[in-house]
């Protein structure tokens, strides 16, 4: 269903055990890396992108596949050759029942996670949350800006929720706010949804950022590969070892100046310092026990790596209300039997240029001294009925702690949600303050599903934002208290030449979806690298 392996590798073949058991092995003799980027998620490809316009040799590396027709998925729409349902804004609302869904889906971490070139953003309902200045800022928007209007006729579409949502909402004295232009506007307001979507389109840096990298020839893309370990010669990252889907293992060695940065996110990034032997002692020894060999006990490197996983929660309020809305109908969509938003959508016009939701607000309250931040996704899911998707942000204490199991496969060793008292106070608070809003006799509202405070605690799941198992910090992980794992240009204490550009190093919970946020840490993160790199380079000649 995928497309074939990209870019050719020649290589020389030996044999090694690895995972209890003998694979063919090869070493790459006929390039040689300036950055071996690990993982073609969002963080990855704009690494990637960004060291090759510095015209630094790259090479990326991505476990599985590409889900565009650009990128060589042939699981088109049957109205429309030219596109996959991955790419039809609209399709997803219905993203989980998709059979791209499973395929994309990983199957050895933890919590979801996306195995598929553009990661989380290939699959997510596009929530575009431009982040406030506590999280970060910066100008990733100049490529990929997001958009709250996405169709080209300048129309918003199947309005019946919004309608009914910005009422309660402004007669309550929230107020009505642009996320895209206001993105520091996150107390008691509302906005229509900024999605990432482009010329009507998902974008992503699969759309926005890889199509200029794919225009050098210092650049290389490997699919099908997946990062088992980081080669290391003491505190030296030498290259990667990766193994196809067959179970061929290869080495691809750096440049004698080269540098790997891991990019494959907050549930994948840990096992792969674990398998290299850095992490947690507990952590390299399942990870030995496995079968991976792991480097000599001396060059271990004891850091907190999975030791703080941070997640959003999500709490369900299902509301019947007094509109006139519904869902639409997603399967005939798929099928191409809907074919009046068909024939819009192939004019660049109409719902299907959307996203799932159709209003977003902000909030935040305050318990024990600790300002903590909401976000509700509002989507029509029946007859007059919305789901909010209500998430804690932003200030939340609880975390968890990411490990390994037998098989080599992330898992919570403490899961990360609403172990502190505070955050369960805070967000009882909140959640009974809005029920008792939306719930008042004016509204004409009901809840359904969930239909008191205590069930909506207990509707708790997560809200497949995973960070901060690799913290960034200044506080060096192997001395003391030190709770940091890379270092403020993203390089992994202990190593010389080691970076992560993901997830996993942001120090906090953003205050909403994360997937803007990941993408400007990732700008802000290489120009950090490209600097130090050339840093680097004028120091060695001294």
Same mark, same amino acid.
């Given at each position: 269903?995928?497309?074939?392996?990209?870019?050719g590798?020649?290589a020389?073949? %030996?044999?090694?055990?690895v995972?209890?058991?003998?694979?063919?092995?090869?070493?790459?003799?006929?390039?040689?890396?300036?950055y071996?980027?690990v993982g073609?998620?969002?963080?990855?490809i704009?690494?990637?992108?960004?060291?090759?316009?510095?015209?630094?040799?790259?090479?990326?590396?991505e476990r599985?596949?590409?889900?565009?027709?650009?990128?060589g998925?042939?699981?088109?729409?049957?109205?429309?050759?030219n596109?996959?349902?991955?790419d039809?804004?609209?399709l997803?609302?219905?993203?989980?029942?998709?059979p791209?869904?499973?395929?994309?889906?990983?199957?050895?971490?933890?919590?979801?996670?996306?195995c598929?070139l553009?990661?989380g953003?290939t699959?997510?309902?596009?929530?575009?949350?431009h982040?406030?200045?506590?999280?970060?800022n910066?100008?990733?928007y100049?490529?990929n800006?997001?958009t709250i209007?996405p169709?080209?006729?300048?129309?918003?579409?199947?309005?019946?929720?919004?309608?009914v949502?910005?009422?309660?909402?402004?007669?309550?004295?929230w107020?009505?706010?642009?996320?895209?232009?206001?993105?520091?506007?996150?107390?008691q307001?509302?906005?229509?949804p900024?999605?990432?979507?482009?010329?009507?389109?998902r974008a992503?840096?699969?759309?926005?950022y890889?199509?200029?990298?794919?225009?050098?020839?210092?650049f290389?893309?490997?699919?099908?590969?997946?990062?088992?370990?980081?080669l290391?010669?003491?505190s030296?990252?030498?290259?990667?070892?990766?193994?196809?889907?067959?179970?061929?293992?290869?080495?691809?060695i750096?440049?004698?100046?080269?540098?790997?940065?891991?990019?494959?996110?907050?549930?994948?990034?840990?096992r792969?310092?674990?398998?290299s032997?850095i992490?947690?002692? %507990?952590?390299?020894?399942?990870?030995?026990?496995?079968?991976?060999?792991?480097p000599?006990k001396?060059?271990?490197?004891?850091l907190?790596v999975g030791?703080?996983l941070?997640?959003?929660?999500i709490?369900?309020?299902?509301v019947?209300?007094n509109?006139?809305?519904g869902?639409?109908?997603?399967?005939g969509?798929?099928?191409?039997?809907?074919t009046a938003?068909?024939?819009?959508?192939?004019?660049?016009n109409?719902?299907l240029t959307?996203?799932k939701h159709?209003?977003?607000?902000?909030?935040s309250?305050v318990?024990?001294?600790?300002t903590r931040?909401?976000?509700?996704?509002?989507?029509?899911?029946g007859?007059?009925?919305?789901?909010?998707?209500?998430?804690m942000?932003?200030?939340?204490? %609880?975390?968890?702690?990411?490990?390994?199991?037998?098989?080599?496969?992330t898992?919570?060793e403490?899961?990360?949600?609403?172990?502190?008292?505070?955050?369960?106070?805070a967000?009882?608070l909140?959640?009974?303050?809005?029920?008792?809003?939306?719930?008042?006799?004016?509204?004409g509202?009901q809840?359904?599903?969930?239909?008191?405070?205590?069930?909506?605690?207990?509707?708790?799941?997560?809200?497949?934002?995973?960070?901060?198992t690799?913290?960034?910090?200044?506080?060096?992980?192997?001395?003391?208290n030190?709770?940091?794992?890379?270092d403020?240009?993203?390089?992994?204490?202990?190593?010389?030449?080691l970076?992560i550009?993901?997830?996993?190093i942001?120090?906090?919970?953003?205050?909403g979806?994360?997937?803007a946020?990941?993408?400007?840490?990732?700008?802000?993160?290489?120009?950090?690298?490209?600097?130090?790199?050339y840093?680097?380079?004028?120091?060695?000649?001294y």
């Open positions: 269903m995928r497309s074939a392996l990209v870019g590798l020649v020389i073949s %030996s044999a090694l055990g995972a209890g058991s003998p694979h063919t092995h090869s070493v790459v003799t006929s390039d040689a890396y300036d071996i980027v073609g998620g969002p963080s990855g704009i690494t990637a992108e960004r060291l090759v316009e510095a015209n630094k040799k790259v090479l990326l590396l599985r596949y590409g889900p565009t027709v650009a990128t998925a042939i699981d088109t729409l049957v109205w429309n050759k596109l996959t349902p991955i039809v804004p609209g997803s609302a219905d993203i989980g029942s998709l791209e869904w499973e395929e994309y889906i990983c199957t050895d971490t933890a919590g979801y996670a996306a598929v553009g990661g953003v699959v997510n309902y596009m929530v575009f949350v982040p406030p200045d506590h999280d970060f910066d100008k990733l100049e490529r800006p997001g209007l169709s080209a006729d300048g129309k918003r579409y199947d309005q019946g929720l919004y309608t949502l910005s009422n309660f909402f402004n007669n309550i004295g107020k009505a706010v642009n996320m895209i232009s206001q993105p520091n506007e996150k107390h307001v509302y906005s229509y900024a999605w990432n979507v482009k010329d009507q389109k992503g840096p699969v759309r926005t890889l199509p200029l990298a794919e225009k050098h020839n210092n290389n893309l490997q699919l099908g590969s997946k990062v088992t370990r980081v290391r010669s003491g030296k990252a030498t290259g990667v070892e990766v193994e196809n889907a067959s179970g061929h293992l290869q080495n691809i750096l440049a004698a100046n080269g540098r790997v940065i891991l990019s494959a996110g907050a549930l994948s990034a840990p792969i310092l674990f398998n032997g992490g947690p002692q %507990s952590q390299i020894e399942a990870a030995q026990k496995s079968g991976v060999i792991v000599p001396h060059d271990w490197i004891s907190p030791v703080v941070k997640d959003h929660p709490f369900s309020i299902v019947k209300t509109g006139t809305y869902p639409l109908d997603w399967a969509i798929y099928n191409g039997t809907e938003d068909i024939s819009l959508y192939e004019k660049g109409g719902v959307q996203g159709r209003l977003i607000w902000f909030s309250n318990v024990d001294g600790e931040y909401y976000q509700g996704s509002c989507a029509p899911t007859e007059d009925e919305v789901t909010i998707t209500t998430y942000t932003h200030g939340l204490t %609880s975390s968890g702690v990411l490990g390994l199991d037998a098989s080599g496969n898992v919570y403490k899961t990360p949600w609403m172990n502190t008292a505070g955050d369960q106070a967000a009882k909140f959640i009974q303050s809005l029920v008792d809003d939306l719930t008042a006799p004016s509204t509202f809840l359904e599903t969930y239909t008191n405070v205590s069930s909506i605690l207990g509707s708790l799941t997560s809200g497949m934002h995973y960070i901060t690799a913290k960034m910090g200044t506080d060096d992980g192997r001395h003391g030190g709770t940091s794992v890379v403020t240009n993203t390089k992994v204490y202990g190593m010389d030449n970076y550009v993901d997830g996993s942001h120090p906090d919970l953003p205050t979806n994360i997937q946020t990941i993408m400007v840490v990732a700008e802000a993160a290489v120009a950090k690298i490209l600097a130090h790199h840093c680097g380079l004028f120091m060695d000649r």
